[in-house]
């Protein structure tokens, strides 16, 4: 879960900060206009491999707070699988790093049921951002159902755990 978010001094990049001790760097230079964008492409930006596209996602469907509860809460209930590249990948010789990562955004790609554990932190910060009865009412549900993924459960309870401090 973020807990803390930095802005360059010129505006254009974006550190974000991790309770498990990951740090993201964003561009936060604006590619286009995600106005027109419906909401399917945005959630599959938002959880992508591309950061910039993801920031931007993120805050268009911020903005659309009256519909993208129910769905970050579907995608995130239908998740069967997290991915963690660098878990997954931590402990291997060098040599087989990049295979690994190849082959889990391979999975990503194919496997709708799939996350990255990225995508799941980003859209779990996203009802967190959106903060409404709505969007805490879906963390509430991710973090109690026995159903869903135990990572996406995980990130749930913790985001609600801090929202109530």
């Known amino acids: 879960m973020v807990n803390t978010a930095q802005f360059g001094l010129h505006g254009r990049k974006l550190i974000s900060a991790a309770n498990d001790g990951l740090c993201y760097l964003w561009n936060a230079v604006d590619r286009g206009n995600l106005k027109n964008e419906d909401i399917e492409g945005l959630w599959k930006k938002l959880i992508g491999s591309d950061a910039s596209a993801a920031y931007q996602a993120f805050w268009e469907m911020h903005g659309r707070r009256d519909e993208v509860p129910a769905l970050v809460g579907e995608k995130l ?88 401090r």
């Open 77 to 164: 209930s239908n998740a069967k699988q997290v991915l963690d590249s660098f878990e997954a990948t931590k402990n291997l010789p060098v040599e087989q790093i990049e295979p690994r990562r190849q082959l889990i955004e391979k999975v990503l790609s194919t496997n709708p049921r799939a996350l990255s554990s990225t995508g799941v932190r980003r859209a779990v910060a996203l009802l967190a951002a959106i903060s409404t009865d709505q969007s805490k009412e879906v963390l509430s549900q991710l973090a109690s159902s026995g159903s869903v993924n135990a990572t996406v459960r995980k990130e749930a309870s913790a985001t609600l755990n801090t929202l109530a």
